[in-house]
């Protein structure tokens, strides 16, 4: 397993053409697995599920089409974004168990820092209940997204991967419906009041992953 760390801000043509090409190399079996973490600079990407209806504001920041699944969701300065490149297939070419796998990574990486996410029936992504805000519309208790969670298998080899808002400017959500859920908010790490680093979320993240993937894994 191969854990790469770029710093800076990463293109997102560049990203996706790193990925393309480390799945093929995995797959053929010339390559290990690689687990990457990165920040983009501002831009929004629709999934293979997003409705154009739900970029609200197109010309804000550049808009790319990507074969993940889900909906429109944005990335920027502050997110830490992680590229997970692993066999699916060796992992008994289960995406649903993959799936719960990458959320329950995220929900115990985010209680290192004693935030309590969630997972919603029909919502992707990871949730925190937002006692300190009051009642929804619909008289629902309010609940902001911090993560999102959106992958592609290829040969079984997975690609993209999740977010995690750690330092983002919120308001760069404004430009989409995130992930087509029009009643909830997005949130983060410092949103929540936590003084967290995305160094401190890596190591949280390190720590983790055998947690949700099992020790063969690492």
């Not at 080899?157 to 009643?183: A, Q, Y």
């Amino acid at each position: 397993m191969e854990w790469k760390i770029t710093d800076g801000l990463t293109d997102y043509d560049t990203a996706v053409a790193f990925m393309e090409a480390r799945v093929a190399e995995i797959a053929a079996g010339t390559a290990d697995e690689c687990i990457w973490f990165l920040e983009h600079p501002p831009l929004y990407t629709a999934g293979t599920s997003a409705k154009p209806q739900d970029l609200t504001d197109p010309d804000r920041f550049p808009v790319y089409a990507s074969k993940r699944g889900g909906e429109y969701t944005y990335h920027g300065p502050g997110q830490r974004v992680v590229y997970v490149m692993l066999d699916v297939g060796k992992r008994g070419h289960d995406v649903r168990r993959f799936v719960k796998q990458l959320e329950t990574w995220v929900i115990s990486a985010l209680a290192e820092f004693n935030v309590h996410g969630e997972i919603r029936e029909g919502r992707v992504g990871v949730w925190v209940p937002r006692k300190d805000k009051p009642l929804t519309v619909s008289g629902e208790p309010a609940e902001d997204k911090i993560a999102a969670i959106g992958i592609r298998l290829r040969k079984w080899i997975s690609f993209h991967g999740i977010s995690i808002n750690v330092e983002p400017d919120l308001e760069h959500f404004s430009g989409i419906v995130p992930c087509g859920i029009r009643e909830f908010g997005v949130t983060s790490l410092v949103d929540l009041g936590l003084p967290v680093t995305m160094a401190d979320v890596d190591v949280a993240l390190r720590k983790t992953f055998t947690e949700a993937f099992g020790p063969e894994a690492a």
